[in-house]
């Protein structure tokens, strides 16, 4: 015979003893599947799934009829298949989002219940407030995650700390947060009555400096926008407080002013614009601000219907100065800067 001839014969042996050797093994993986209790149409849809590495782990978990679901979940991480399984077969009540979420946060030590599915489901979930978490007093996760990050656990003035003032422009001062009696920032600078009209016309330069290219700004769209209060000492706080609460009641003034130490305006990063009244809503100037100022890095402070969040009533006319990558994100996700500062500065 022709030894070419022979050569293509044994190539061609070869060949088909490769594929059938290849093709045994796959349908070997699927009969172990199937001797676990899958069913033919899970068995193929599984070995199609997954690695040479998963198909230890699965073999080596009892059946499981969330696999393909876990498998095919958004958040699935490779390196977790053994953790879902096992935590899967712990928990036969858990949903398949539940096993992936709470496995993937490291938090499979906590007894499982749907509502710990639910809040490790949360995207501004933090695993530090876990606890606080589960001894707040609602059912709605969203909400739970949302005010405990807050620290709406406490009453406001309740559980105080000294914020942090390396911070920077970000710095959290709140009901929770305060200044001590003698912070001042020492880069304070003074608005001339091209960019002010009130006697408080002091910020912080880095603020300053963003105030007036956006008053530039808008000035460019007819708009006019004028610092009204900006630094303001601990020792005008104390002042302004006291008088509020003499005309108004402790409990009326503590809606809508500062006690001193917990006014924002002592960190020089806060105007309030042109009107301090409610009025200036329906202006122009507001509506401009809330369509540029975060271009510019500043936020309003106050929004309406996040009274409780930020532990004030709405103020149309107070913005703060975070800078533009803070404003952005604040921006776009429709936070508070409480919020914001909890997830992304915190919980860094
Ligand atoms: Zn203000």
């Known amino acids: 015979m022709n030894k070419k001839i022979i050569i293509t014969i044994i190539v061609f042996l070869l060949l088909i003893g490769g594929i059938f050797i290849f093709v045994n093994q796959n349908k070997s993986f699927?009969?172990?599947?199937?001797?676990?209790?899958?069913?033919?149409?899970?068995a193929k849809e599984i070995s199609n799934l997954v690695s040479e590495e998963?198909?230890?782990?699965?073999?080596?978990?009892?059946?499981?009829?969330?696999?393909?679901?876990?498998?095919?979940?958004?958040?699935y991480k490779?390196?977790?298949?053994?953790?879902?399984?096992?935590?899967?077969?712990?928990?036969k009540k858990a949903d398949t989002n539940a096993i992936i979420n709470i496995v993937n946060l490291d938090l499979t030590d906590y007894e499982y219940s749907d509502f710990l599915g639910e809040l490790a489901g949360q995207k501004?979930?933090?695993?530090?407030?876990?606890?606080?978490?589960?001894?707040?007093?609602?059912?709605d996760a969203e909400k739970t995650v949302k005010e405990v990050n807050c620290n709406l656990d406490y009453d406001y003035y309740e559980n105080t700390k000294e914020t942090n003032t390396d911070d920077d422009?970000?710095?959290?001062?709140?009901?929770?947060?305060?200044?001590?009696?003698?912070?001042?920032?020492?880069?304070?600078?003074?608005l001339d009555s091209t960019y002010n009209m009130g006697t408080n016309n002091q910020m912080r330069k880095v603020?300053?400096?963003?105030?007036?290219k956006m008053a530039d700004a808008a000035r460019l769209d007819n708009i006019t926008i004028k610092?009204?209060?900006g630094y303001r000492s601990y020792e005008y706080q104390v002042t302004l407080y006291n008088d509020y609460v003499k005309r108004d009641g402790k409990q009326a003034a503590d809606?809508?002013?500062?006690?001193?130490?917990?006014?924002?305006?002592q960190t020089g990063l806060v105007s309030d614009i042109n009107q301090i009244e409610d009025a200036f809503e329906n202006t122009d100037a507001f509506k401009w601000l809330s369509e540029n100022s975060y271009k510019y890095g500043f936020i309003l402070r106050f929004p309406k219907d996040k009274e409780n969040l930020t532990g004030y009533k709405y103020e149309p006319w107070h913005y703060r100065y975070v800078g533009t990558k803070a404003a952005k994100i604040i921006h776009d996700e429709d936070l508070t800067l409480e919020e914001y500062y909890a997830y992304y500065i915190q919980n860094d």
């Open 207 to 212: 603020a300053a400096d963003a105030f007036m």
């Open 227 to 229: 610092n009204a209060s």
């Open 255 to 265: 809606t809508y002013s500062a006690r001193a130490g917990y006014s924002e305006h």
């Open 78 to 91: 490779d390196d977790n298949l053994k953790l879902y399984l096992e935590y899967a077969s712990n928990n």
């Open 30 to 42: 699927e009969e172990k599947l199937k001797d676990i209790g899958y069913s033919d149409k899970e």
């Open 124 to 139: 501004y979930f933090i695993k530090n407030n876990l606890d606080r978490y589960l001894k707040y007093d609602s059912d």
């Open 169 to 190: 422009n970000l710095m959290l001062v709140n009901k929770y947060y305060y200044l001590t009696e003698d912070y001042e920032p020492d880069d304070l600078v003074t």
């Open 54 to 75: 998963d198909e230890n782990i699965i073999l080596n978990n009892e059946y499981n009829d969330d696999l393909i679901n876990i498998l095919n979940s958004k958040n």
